[in-house]
């Protein structure tokens, strides 16, 4: 047994709510727990303060009066309170809205540069120096292909010898001389 159903069966065992086994397995984990008797005594005394505590009353009518407050505050939530809007704004969000678009385009003004009220537009260097390049007769890559000669596929050039190396190595564990 660990502590969490310790704890789950605590009020249970001081009442003699649970059976036999849980008994056994709750007191065989008292005797390796000493901590867990302080927790037993613990709430032992919560539980007779509360039976000694007084009982409450209430008038006749209370329950009555409660359910009919229930009703009522569920009858309230279901009603949706409208209130003027705007698309779908209420006036306070979107006179809020109004002031942040306002304040946006101020700054806007604000960091825009002296004397340039009209963009205009100048080519970079990048563009400059494309337009000083000659130009090429526009030729689709597949043409290009099409109008070579050579066959890719034919290799006339000598195959490669490959060497025997196993004189010139020697592995770990190998006891050639």
């Given at each position: 047994?660990?502590r969490?159903?310790f704890?789950d069966l605590v009020?249970d065992?001081i009442?003699?709510?649970?059976?036999m086994?849980?008994?056994?397995?709750?007191?065989?984990?008292?005797?390796?727990?000493p901590?867990?008797?302080?927790?037993?005594?613990s709430?032992k005394?919560?539980?007779a303060?509360m039976?000694?505590?007084?009982?409450?009353?209430t008038?006749?009518g209370f329950?009555?009066?409660?359910n009919?407050r229930?009703?009522?505050?569920?009858?309230a939530s279901s009603?949706v309170?409208?209130?003027?809007?705007?698309?779908g704004?209420?006036p306070?969000?979107?006179s809020?809205s109004?002031?942040?678009v306002?304040?946006?385009?101020?700054?806007?003004?604000e960091?825009m540069?002296?004397?340039?009220s009209?963009?205009t537009?100048?080519p970079t260097m990048?563009e400059?120096?494309l337009d000083d390049?000659?130009?090429m007769?526009?030729?689709?890559?597949?043409?290009m292909?099409a109008?070579?000669?050579d066959d890719s596929?034919d290799?006339?050039?000598?195959i490669p010898?490959k060497?025997n190396f196993?004189?010139?190595?020697?592995?770990?564990g190998d006891?050639?001389?």
């Amino acid at each position: 047994m660990d502590r969490y159903q310790f704890e789950d069966l605590v009020s249970d065992y001081i009442e003699n709510n649970i059976s036999m086994s849980q008994r056994k397995q709750v007191e065989a984990y008292l005797e390796e727990n000493p901590e867990a008797k302080q927790k037993v005594e613990s709430v032992k005394q919560v539980m007779a303060s509360m039976k000694s505590m007084p009982g409450v009353s209430t008038s006749a009518g209370f329950m009555n009066n409660l359910n009919k407050r229930i009703a009522a505050e569920k009858e309230a939530s279901s009603v949706v309170k409208t209130a003027r809007s705007f698309k779908g704004y209420t006036p306070l969000m979107a006179s809020l809205s109004a002031v942040v678009v306002v304040a946006v385009v101020m700054l806007g003004f604000e960091f825009m540069p002296e004397g340039s009220s009209q963009a205009t537009l100048s080519p970079t260097m990048a563009e400059q120096q494309l337009d000083d390049l000659p130009e090429m007769p526009a030729q689709t890559q597949d043409s290009m292909l099409a109008e070579s000669e050579d066959d890719s596929t034919d290799y006339d050039g000598d195959i490669p010898v490959k060497s025997n190396f196993n004189d010139r190595i020697q592995l770990v564990g190998d006891k050639r001389p």
